[in-house]
């Protein structure tokens, strides 16, 4: 049985609480950077992230991109979406084709 | 020249063009897959963007109506109400096989089934713009998980088919070249030697005629002599 946990700050995570998930507190990349890796080996199958934290976790975040769990997805903070999430699709396609193109 | 040094003899001739049989045939095999993979990826990516623009939209609204809730109500308040969630998910996870990568496939449960039951406060002390925010919550959940699902198996594909694509090229562009050019320079030493052999037993069959020629004209020399006498 897997989990779903959520990341972020105090603000952003409070209302995925009212829907049973996993919800973890964090202000800072450098508070969250530990609480990421313990999900990771606690068995969590997704971490939503928000993308003012993953702004400073590039490297975390593609330590576990090759990894089938956990799925880090980034959804955008309560300040409203950085363009980060979509940078990473744009990554990935760039990645697989050596171009971007879409 | 080979790169490397290589033993011209029949027996590597050989062993080397396996190999390039060997390597010509896993070039094809991979590129086809590389093909497929792409056209999966690609499908899945357009998905993908679309997906996550929805969700980044119902998310930000979801935002926006906690903000309003949040500026009707005390902050200890709200922490209080949503602070034991009536609703609960349990995740199971499954793997599906896209062109050998595993891919998860996510399937989830909620305790409550009734989308009614999942706010977990009364309704007397907390404002009804609460209500909106976690139903708007409810709502986006769904694709949520999708989006889960489908980004984490495009990151997996993405890897999958960069691996392949080096492989591809690796084998187009070094490996059958180099083969090529060392089963050439095999074939070039060998018919060398060859024509060296060849050469060398005429001149071997050169020298022996000259030598029995000689002993021949010095034999009838010497019987010239005699007979004289």
Redesign the interface.
């Known amino acids: 049985?897997?989990?779903?946990a959520v990341l972020g700050d105090k603000?952003?995570v409070?209302?995925?609480?009212?829907?049973?998930?996993d919800v973890f507190p964090a202000d800072s990349p450098d508070t969250a950077r530990p609480i990421l890796h313990r999900l990771a080996k606690q068995g969590y199958?997704?971490v939503?992230l928000t993308e003012q934290l993953a702004a400073g976790m590039g490297a975390e975040i593609a330590r576990y991109?090759?990894e089938?769990?956990p799925?880090i997805?980034l959804?955008?903070?309560?300040e409203?979406?950085l363009g980060i999430?979509?940078e990473?699709?744009k990554t990935?396609?760039e990645?697989?084709?050596?171009a971007d193109i879409? | 020249m080979p790169s490397t040094t290589i033993n011209p003899t029949r027996m590597e001739l050989t062993r080397l063009k396996g190999r390039l049989k060997t390597a010509q045939r896993g070039h094809k095999l991979l590129k086809d897959k590389r093909d497929e993979l792409?056209k999966q990826?690609m499908d899945v990516?357009?998905e993908?963007?679309a997906l996550?623009?929805r969700?980044?939209e119902a998310?930000?609204r979801?935002?926006g109506s906690?903000?309003v809730a949040?500026a009707l109500m005390s902050p200890e308040m709200?922490?209080q109400a949503?602070?034991c969630?009536?609703?609960?998910?349990?995740?199971?996870?499954t793997?599906e096989n896209v062109m050998s990568v595993?891919v998860?496939r996510?399937e989830?449960r909620?305790?409550q089934d009734d989308p009614a039951q999942?706010?977990?406060y009364g309704f007397a002390q907390t404002s009804g713009e609460l209500d909106d925010?976690?139903s708007e919550?409810?709502s986006v959940?769904q694709d949520?998980?999708k989006?889960?699902?489908i980004?984490?198996t495009?990151?997996?594909?993405?890897?999958e088919?960069?691996k392949t694509?080096r492989r591809v090229n690796a084998l187009e562009y070094v490996k059958i070249p180099q083969m090529q050019e060392n089963i050439k320079y095999i074939t070039m030493k060998l018919d060398e030697n060859e024509r060296a052999n060849t050469i060398r037993l005429m001149k071997v069959k050169d020298m022996i005629l000259k030598e029995a020629l000689e002993e021949k004209r010095a034999e009838t020399a010497k019987a010239a002599g005699m007979s004289a006498n």
């Open positions: 049985m897997y989990r779903i603000d952003s409070l209302g995925f609480k009212a829907l049973g998930l199958a997704i939503y991109k090759d089938l769990t799925a997805i959804i955008p903070g309560k409203g979406s999430g979509m990473q699709i990935a396609v990645r697989a084709v050596g879409l | 792409m990826f990516v357009r993908n963007r996550r623009r969700v980044e998310l930000i979801a935002h906690f903000t949040s709200l922490e949503l602070m969630p009536k609703q609960s998910v349990e995740l199971d996870m793997f595993d998860p996510y989830f909620t305790k999942i706010y977990p925010a976690v919550m409810a959940f949520m998980l989006l889960a699902q980004e984490k495009s990151q997996l594909l993405a890897e088919i960069e694509r």
